[in-house]
């Protein structure tokens, strides 16, 4: 069984920074790409980033390049999610997840199988 646990988000001033931690456990991590995706109050899922296996390929949301960088340690079976200069605008439940069968990476959250929890971000102007 696939578990999923995300850490490290709060509440944080416009500009600052946060790092997200996602702790997988359950099937060999290395061989699937990961994925953010994130969910502000009265809109819809969005993707924020993802990462291939053992690194190979990062891919993100325009809004967010240039200040977000998605990372994994598959000897700790972890992927990050480095977040600085926020911005109100990033305030959001932020998920990790596993794709289901593939390494690569992905922007569409139906190719993933398997969800954390969510953690919150509020950033205040």
């Known amino acids: 069984q696939v578990q999923l646990v995300e850490s490290g988000g709060g509440l944080v001033q416009a500009g600052g920074s946060l790092r997200l931690s996602c702790v997988a456990s359950?099937?060999?991590?290395?061989?699937?790409?990961m994925g953010w995706f994130r969910q502000a109050p009265g809109k819809e899922r969005e993707f924020v980033a993802a990462?291939?296996?053992?690194?190979?390929?990062?891919d993100y949301t325009d809004s967010v390049k240039g200040r977000l960088t998605i990372s994994r340690d598959d000897a700790k079976n972890t992927v990050y999610l480095q977040m600085n200069s926020l911005k109100p605008e990033d305030t959001a439940v932020y998920y990790c997840?596993?794709?289901?069968?593939?390494?690569?990476?992905?922007?569409?959250?139906?190719?993933?199988?398997?969800w954390g929890q969510g953690t919150q971000v509020t950033v205040s102007s």
């Open positions: 359950g099937r060999t991590f290395s061989r699937y790409g």
């Open positions: 997840a596993q794709r289901s069968t593939l390494s690569g990476t992905s922007r569409n959250s139906n190719e993933y199988a398997y």
């Open positions: 990462i291939s296996w053992r690194g190979l390929t990062t």
